[in-house]
C-alpha cells in the first residue's frame, strides 16, 4: 500500500468518469486519474506519461526514470510480483496474495 | 564492502556512508545514549532491513521503527467486526490482503474464510465498488484501512458509489491519520527518538507543512524521505546534520514525488467524505484521540458501521508479544520475549509480523536465523 507502482497512461477510458487505461509493467487495467488531472488541459494530454499508483489511483506524475528506478526497486524488494498478482487476482475467492 | 553493489549509485552510498559516520561519530563526542531515529513509514522499515543498512551504520545510530504500517495498528476488536459483518449471509466482505492474516479475537478473516464466510482479497477500492455493480443481490462491505496514502482512494470510490446511485456498497472504514499519531508519540514523556524519517508517500497527499510542529513544538528534525535505499541513506544525514547543527525543521528529500502542498484533490475528497473520530484504538498504541476517520453524515448510506449491527468492543493486545514497546522504539523486534518463537510470520501473534513492512516480519525475513539464534 505505502509503495504504490509506477504505471504509463496508454489510454483515457472515460474522461467523464476520470479512468484511464494503464500499463503496469505488461498488466493492463483501468485507474481513476481525478488526482492527476490537469486542471487547464484535457485529460488526453495524460496518454504517454507515467504516474504511481496506489490502489487504483494515480497520485503521482513521475518521470520515465522515476518510474524506471522504482520498478527496479520493488523487483528487489520482491513487491512487484505480489502488487501484480494482486491486481490480476483481484476480487476471486481462491489463492490469496499480500498486498503492499 | 558488502552490500554497495546493491546500490544504484555505489559511490554515491560510499560517500553517504563516510559522511553519515563522521556526523555521528561527531554527534557521539557531545552524548551518552545512541542517535535513535524514527522512520514512521513501513515501507522505509522493509527497505532498511531489505538492504541490511543497519549493519553498514555505526553503533551510535539506532533505527526506531514507526507505526506507519497500517495493518500492523489494526487492533483486534476491528477484525472481529470485520469478521461479524462478513458472517451475515447477505455481505461479501472486501479488503487488501495484507488485511486477511491478522489475527484478531476470534482468529483471522483468512480462518473465517476457510469457515464459509464471503471474503475476497481486492486490489483496490474500485474493485470492491465493481463487485458490488455486478453482484446486486449482495451486500458488498470494503474494509477500508491505510494512512494518507490510501484514504483518499476509498473516499473517491464512495464518492463514485454516490453518483451512480449504488446501493449496495459500504464501507468498514479503518483508515488512520499519522500527524495526530507522531504528535501523541512525541507527547510520551519518554520518548527518546532524535529525529524523523518522514512518510514519502503520505507527505505526497498531505504535503510537508501537517509536520511542521514536529521541529517547531518538539524540537525534532522530520526529513520526508524516498524509499530507496539511497534516499533513506542521505535522509538520515540530512537529520544528523540537524543535529549537529543543533537545527530542528521539516526538510523534503523526496521532492521529486512530494510536492511542499501535497495533493489538492486527493485532500479535497478527504474533507468532503470524511470526519475524524473522537477515539481511535490502535494496536500496540491505545486509544489516540482524532486519530481515525470515519464517513460524515452525509455519506451514511456508505457506512457499513451504520447499516449493520455491530457492538463496538476493545480487545487487550496479547499479552506476551510487546508490540507497543516495539512500535514506540523502546525495543527492537528480536527483544521481545514472542519473537521467533510463538510470534512467526507464519502464525503471526502481534500484526508487526504479518506484513512485510511491519518491523518483526522485515527483520524476522531479513535477520530472523540470526536473531533467534
Known sequence: MCLGIPARITGIADAAAMLADVDVHGVRRQVDVLCVAPTDAPLEDLIGSWVLVHVGFAMSRISETEARATLALLAEMGELHEELSAMQSTGETGALHAVQ | MRFSEEFRDPALAEKLFTEIARTAEALARTRTRPITVMEVCGGHTHTIFRYGLKDRLPDTIEFAHGPGCPVCVLPMGRIDDAITLARRPEVMLTTFGDALRVPGAQGSLLQARAAGADIRMVYSPLDALELARKNPDREVVFFALGFETTAPSTALT????????????????????????????????????????????????TGTRPYDFVATTYNRPFVVAGF??????????????????????????????????????????????????????????????????????????????????????NVPDPASARCGAVLTGRIRPAECPAFGRECTPDAPLGALMVSSEGACAACYDYEGARQVA
Not at chain 2, 195 to 203: C, R, T
Not at chain 2, 248 to 265: D, F, I, L, S, T
Not at chain 2, 275 to 300: C, F, H, K, V
Open chain 2, 158 to 205: 464512495v464518492l463514485r458509489a454516490a453518483r451512480e446511485g449504488i446501493k449496495n456498497f459500504s464501507l468498514l472504514c479503518q483508515h488512520i491519520l499519522i500527524v495526530p499519531t507522531l504528535r501523541a508519540l512525541l507527547e510520551q514523556p519518554d520518548f527518546a527518538v532524535d529525529g524523523f524519517i518522514g512518510p514519502g508517500h503520505v507527505a505526497m497527499v
Open chain 2, 228 to 313: 530507496e535505499p539511497l534516499d533513506i541513506l542521505q535522509s538520515l544525514l540530512m537529520v544528523l546534520r540537524q543535529l549537529e547543527s543543533g537545527q530542528a525543521k521539516v526538510e523534503n528529500q523526496y521532492a521529486r514525488v512530494v510536492p511542499p502542498n501535497g495533493n489538492p484533490a486527493a485532500l479535497a475528497a478527504m474533507r468532503q467524505v470524511y470526519e475524524t473520530r473522537a477515539d481511535n484504538a490502535w494496536r500496540g498504541l491505545g486509544n489516540i484521540a482524532s486519530s481515525g476517520l470515519q464517513l460524515r453524515a452525509a455519506w451514511s448510506a456508505f457506512d457499513a458501521e451504520r447499516r449493520f449491527p455491530l457492538t463496538p468492543h
